[in-house]
């Protein structure tokens, strides 16, 4: 069965430095999504990212963060400065369509933790 | 604006008991979508079932079962006969209308099985 693939699986990294999150989205699926996860606490939408370009963001996304397609089979998330507080479980997913009809298939998820 | 309750934070049970986990959504759409995830100690996101809003049969695959009410805004996610490896945290969460393909994750329920 497809799937979506993300590394590394777990990051860390030092407070202020960059990092990038990178995934593999399922190669027929158009729609692109990151969330987030805080240890303990519930999953959130970051942004989602259709014929290279944002569709949707959330609060959360501010200006720290970034989403590019640099090719054909990539989809990443960077981080430009991490803070403490950007410690959590990031998880990529895709889908094949954007109507809210459409499944979603998440990766296994990415561990950062800022030090 | 979009939510979704799981006022269960955590339960405990023994093997072989049967439990409930409940999820409430809140939401002014006519066409949405519920689901329920399980997240195991693993950290991923594992897809158990997409219910869309016209949909109000009960829906039974093995061990698990879905009770979806409409009139009551709940989508309850019941296991026959648990077993230690249902040991989890399980999250409902909503899609559709204007949130399109955007997932609202509730708190999740922390379901632990005792042998």
């Known amino acids: 069965e497809p799937e979506v693939t993300q590394t590394p699986s777990h990051q860390v990294t030092q407070m202020g430095q960059e990092v990038i999150l990178r995934c593999v989205p399922i190669?027929?699926?158009?729609?692109f999504y990151w969330y987030r996860q805080i240890l303990g606490q519930k999953v959130e939408f970051l942004v989602s990212?259709?014929?290279?370009?944002?569709?949707?963001k959330s609060e959360i996304f501010d200006d720290q963060f970034s989403v590019e397609r640099p090719d054909g089979s990539n989809f990443t998330l960077k981080i430009r400065s991490t803070k403490l507080e950007d410690s959590a479980m990031y998880f990529c997913?895709?889908?094949?369509?954007?109507?809210?009809?459409?499944?979603?298939?998440f990766g296994s998820g990415t561990r950062l933790t800022v030090v | 604006a979009q939510k979704v309750t799981q006022a269960q934070t955590e339960i405990s049970v023994v093997e072989k008991e049967d439990v409930t986990l409940d999820c409430v959504y809140e939401?002014?759409?006519?066409?949405?979508?519920l689901f329920w995830y399980k997240q195991p100690p693993s950290g991923e996101l594992v897809f158990l079932i997409r219910?869309?809003?016209?949909?109000?049969q009960n829906e039974i695959s093995g061990r698990y079962s879905w009770n979806f009410q409409k009139s009551t805004s709940s989508f309850n996610f019941t296991i026959t006969a648990s077993q230690v490896v249902d040991s989890a945290v399980y999250f409902c969460a909503l899609s559709g209308g204007n949130a399109g393909n955007m997932l609202t994750f509730g708190g999740g329920t922390r379901l632990m099985v005792k042998p």
């Open positions: 997913a895709s889908s094949v369509g954007g109507g809210s009809g459409y499944g979603y298939t």
């Open positions: 190669s027929n699926h158009l729609y």
């Open positions: 939401t002014r759409d006519t066409t949405y979508y």
């Open positions: 990212f259709y014929n290279n370009e944002i569709s949707e």
């Open positions: 219910r869309n809003s016209f949909d109000e």
